[in-house]
C-alpha cells in the first residue's frame, strides 16, 4: 500500500532545475511541459479588465495575469484548474502597496502563496465530497440522521 501511494506522490511532481536551483512542478498533468496546476474557487478568477485574453487571478491581497488559455473551468462549475508555467513571466498586482511587477513562474508561486491556496480548495472539495455523503457531516442531528438512514434503507428492502 505504502508503495502505492509513493507512487502516486512521485507522478504528482517532478523537480526543475533554474539558475542552477531545483523547483517542484506540482500536480502535475504532463510530464514534459513544466506547469504546476492549481485548483481554485471560481470566484477567484476573474475577467482581465484591459486584456481580453488574460484572467486576473485573486491570491488574498495579490493579482496574479493568467492566459485564457491556462485556465480551465472543471465539470462542477465551481472551480477553476490554473496551470502556472514556471518559465513564462506573469504580472504581479500587490494590492497592499497598490505595485505592479513582473515575476517568472516559479517566483510567483512563492510570492503569492497559491499553492496554499490551492491546498485549501482541494481540502475544501474533499470536505464537500465527504459531508454529501455523510449525513452526520450535513448539519442534521443525530435523531435527523438516524430517520434518514433508516428510511433509506428501508427503500432499499
Excluded at 496554499?116 to 442534521?140: I, Q, W
Amino acid at each position: 500500500m505504502q508503495e502505492l501511494t509513493q507512487q502516486t506522490e512521485q507522478l504528482n511532481y517532478h523537480f526543475v532545475e533554474i539558475n542552477g536551483f531545483s523547483y517542484k512542478v506540482i500536480n502535475q498533468l504532463d510530464e514534459n511541459k513544466h506547469i504546476s496546476n492549481f485548483y481554485l474557487p471560481k470566484k477567484c478568477v476573474r475577467q482581465h479588465p484591459t486584456r481580453q485574453d488574460n484572467y486576473k487571478v485573486k491570491i488574498y491581497d495579490k493579482f496574479i495575469c493568467v492566459p485564457k488559455i491556462m485556465c480551465f473551468l472543471d465539470k462542477t462549475g465551481k472551480y477553476f484548474l490554473v496551470g502556472v508555467d514556471m518559465y513564462f513571466t506573469y504580472w504581479i498586482y500587490n494590492t497592499r502597496d497598490n505595485n505592479k511587477y513582473r515575476l517568472a513562474g516559479y517566483q510567483a508561486i512563492n510570492d503569492t502563496a497559491i499553492k496554499e491556496l490551492h491546498y485549501l480548495t482541494v481540502s475544501d472539495r474533499r470536505y464537500e465530497k465527504e459531508e454529501a455523503t455523510n449525513p452526520f457531516l450535513s448539519g442534521l442531528t443525530y435523531q435527523q440522521a438516524r430517520k434518514q438512514i433508516c428510511a433509506e434503507s428501508d427503500k432499499l428492502k
